[in-house]
């Protein structure tokens, strides 16, 4: 199974600021035959299911603000928060589908 | 818009049974690969099995192996997840995901979650 490692477990910014939370991939999730990075990110808030915000590791999903941006290839990932809004506190999961079984980082908590 | 509507979480004691379900609408039900993916209190998002669009290819993760089955009835636009022999481990609460279409190289991704179904394990 391909292990997906967050970093840090938590951070807290204050309004405004940029966030970065990193994801690490124990073998790589670039597929050459299309040159695409099999790698999302989903923001889960407090009682609430996740929401996909990034997939093909740089793509925003349909109606994800574009302070949100992803970045990364093979097997470094990262995702930007470019000005915190309050909104956006939540856990932030990076996500492999390049194979199965599909895996999840652990979570990085971003605070206020 | 897409809907994933879960049902039959509950208090369930250990080696007991219980099948869950997820209504699915505002899309074509029968094109999409299927997900259960659960997250037990306080912790992080695990991935539990997966279904093809015709029920041809079913995938667990191994920690649930021999004691799930997923399920689907296209006709109803609904998804099954059947639990047995259930301990205290399986405690999480259940969302069913919508997969990348049938076909396509993204079938692993989860575009679309449900508002989850609680499973507690417990004597």
């Known amino acids: 199974d391909i292990v997906m490692t967050q970093s840090p477990d938590s951070l807290t910014v204050s309004l405004g600021e940029r966030a970065t939370i990193n994801c690490k991939s124990s073998q790589t999730v670039l597929y050459s035959s299309n040159n695409r990075n099999y790698l999302s990110w989903y923001q889960q808030k407090p009682g609430q299911p996740p929401k996909m915000l990034i997939y093909?590791?740089?793509t925003r999903y349909s109606g994800v603000p574009d302070r949100f941006s992803g970045s990364g290839s093979g097997t470094d990932f990262t995702l930007t928060i470019s000005s915190l809004q309050a909104e956006d506190v939540a856990v932030y999961y990076c996500?492999?589908?390049?194979?199965?079984?599909?895996?999840f980082g652990q979570g990085t908590k971003v605070e206020i | 818009d897409v809907q994933l509507v879960e049902s039959g979480g509950g208090s369930v004691q250990p080696g007991g049974s219980l099948r869950l379900s997820c209504v699915a609408s505002g899309f074509t039900f029968n094109t999409y690969w299927m997900h259960w993916v659960r997250q037990a209190p306080g912790k992080g998002l695990v991935w539990v099995s997966r279904?093809?669009?015709?029920?041809?290819?079913?995938d667990y993760a191994d920690s649930v192996k021999g004691r799930f089955t997923i399920s689907r009835d296209n006709a109803k636009n609904t998804l099954f997840l059947q639990m047995n022999s259930l301990t205290a481990d399986d405690t999480a609460v259940y969302y069913c995901?919508?997969?990348?279409?049938?076909?396509?190289?993204?079938?692993?991704?989860?575009?679309?979650w449900g508002q989850g179904t609680l499973l507690t394990v417990s004597s």
């Open positions: 995901a919508r997969g990348g279409l049938s076909g396509s190289t993204n079938s692993n991704w989860f575009d679309s």
């Open positions: 279904i093809h669009r015709d029920g041809s290819t079913t």
């Open positions: 093909w590791a740089s």
């Open positions: 996500q492999q589908y390049y194979n199965t079984p599909p895996t």
